[in-house]
Structures are given as structure tokens and as C-alpha cells.
């Protein structure tokens, strides 16, 4: 018998068969890469106070998961970039006026921060475990502790190093309470609403008011393949459909999906939360149902709930249901689903 060279082996093992160069530190620091030209933005219309609250939020986040690491006798794994993603994340989702509101709030950033890493994240078993979201948990839970701190809004200034601030109501906010034609009289016309939105010049959360500077990250995450389209377009297209058809005070079909899709935290949830690799389905038909239940949900939210925002909770809510449309929703085996033909 003619003896095999052990190149010419067939070696058999378990799948994934398909494998990547891309490690979770390089994809976890490319998305705090993508997230910079927001928070950028944010700095920029909201002066230094928005950088010390987003640097509490980080550090706060990181700190909390070496503390806790250690606490357990677990490997410090902080240099994957997660934590500080979760900071970065979850200080975008907060108002400037916490570092000059008063009475004192800075301990809101750093709670928010202890809610997302310990109790959402590290509890449930570290990276890959968590069921929701950590930092919108985060700011989930400060938003319910300190309501008041936490839906003060200020404008925009001119003065990036001030710590001075006006406030003021955020577009949502005008829309919900006043209507739309109160929106549009705010800001001159609608060419000049719309430039504001698409901009940020306009009251927020820190990170989420600049549309184009979310829009340039998310292109970038998707030109790299990290997320896909089918999440943020169902999100986006759901949203933009039904606040079309019931947005509008005149009628059905007289909404301003224009409005709507560039207002709030849409742009932030849908390319950069909604998009986690472990609070969302992992196939593409689930993830458009996914996507579109989040759209659904901040719509009904937006329109007919108490808070003017809802995209939050709708990618909470989601979360949950995440694990059942992974059920339902699967991929066929290979070589399953027919029979042999004798």
C-alpha cells in the first residue's frame, strides 16, 4: 500500500469553515472610530461641557468593568474596546446641560454608566451575553431616577470652551406639544428646519443631532461590512412610512417623514444600537422584521405615547424579542428539506 504524505491529509473540522482576519478589539474600535465625527458634531454645538460629560461616561464605563473584572478574578479584557464603546454609546445619549445643570448631576453619567457595565453587561456574563443593550439600559435608568436632569435641553452655542448654557426644547418636543406648525415658525421656514436637522444645530442629546455626521459613521460601517442594510433601512423606511401616513394633523398621508427621520435619536438607535451584534437577530430576514418592530414601536411611541421620543424603548423592547425571531426565523441546513430520490 502506497504510503500518504501527510500534506495531502484531508483534515475535517467543526464549522465556522469560513474564517476572518477582523477580531472583536478591531471591529469594537472602528465603531468608536465611525462615532467620532458626532461626537465631534456634538462638541461643536454644545461647547466643552458635552466633552466632559461624554469622557465621564467613558471613563466611568471602563473603570467599572476593570473594577468588576478583578472583583470576579477575570482576565481585564478592557483593551477590546467594548467598554469604552458602551461609554462613548451612552454619553452620546446624554444632555450637555448635566455638567452645568443644577443641582449637581454629574453623578447621573457615572450610575448610567454602572447600570450598563455591571448590571447589563458583566452580570449577564460579559461580552456576548447581554440581552439588551447596555448603554441605552444605561440611560434607561437615569432617564427613569432623574427625569428632571435628564430632559433639560440646551441650544446650541457659538462659544465651544463656555459652560454656560440656554435651554431650550428639542424639535420632538416642539412637534409633540405644539404641532408642526410651531416646529416650522421656530426656525423660519422648512428648508431652514431641515438644514438644522441634517446639520445638528438644534437641541439634543449630545451625539445624536447631527444627521449627516451619524449618516458619514454609519456609510463607513456598512462599507466595511460590519453592519448590513437590513436593520437601519427597515428601521428607516418603517418610520418614514407610517409617520407619512399618520404624522400629519390634516389627514392620513400628510405626515413629514422628512421630520422624523432626521429628529431624535433615529440615526444614532438605527446604525449604531439597533445594529449590536448580540441584542439583534442574526439573520437577515429576522433582522428586517426587527428592524421594522423598532421603526413600529417608535412611531406609536412618538405619535401617541407621553415622551416625544421613542427609540429608545422600541430597540429595548425589541431586544426581547430578538431570542424568539432567531427561533422562528432560521436558515436552512444544508442538504435539508429534501428527499432522495430512489
Known sequence: ???VKK????IVSVSPHIKSDETTSRIMWTVNLSLMPALLAGIY?????????????ITSSVLFEILYLKLVNKNSVVSDGSAFLTGLLLGMNMPASLWSYSPFTIHIPVVASFAAIVITKQL???????IFNPALIGRAFVLISWPRAM???????????????TTTATPLGILKEEGISKLIEVFGDKMSLYEHLITG???????ETSAIALLLGGFFLLFKRY?????????????????WIFGGNAGFFTGDPVIHLLSGGLMLGAFFMATDYVTSPST??????????CGLLTVLIRLKGGFPEGVMFAILIMNCFAPVIDRKIRTRVFGAGGETKK
Request: charged share 10%; glycine share 14%.
Open 1 to 3: 500500500m502506497e504510503t
Open 7 to 10: 500534506e495531502h491529509k484531508l
Open 284 to 293: 437577515k430576514k429576522g433582522q428586517i422584521i426587527f428592524g421594522a418592530g
Open 124 to 130: 449577564f456574563g460579559g461580552l456576548g451575553y447581554n
Open 151 to 165: 430632559t433639560v435641553w440646551t441650544a446650541p452655542s457659538s462659544q465651544i470652551f463656555t459652560t454656560d448654557a
Open 201 to 207: 444645530n438644534r437641541a439634543g442629546s449630545i451625539g
Open 227 to 243: 453592519i448590513t442594510w437590513h436593520i437601519p433601512l427597515s428601521f428607516l423606511g418603517t418610520v418614514a412610512l407610517f409617520t
Open 45 to 57: 454645538f454644545f461647547g466643552i461641557r458635552a466633552l466632559y460629560v461624554t469622557a465621564l461616561c
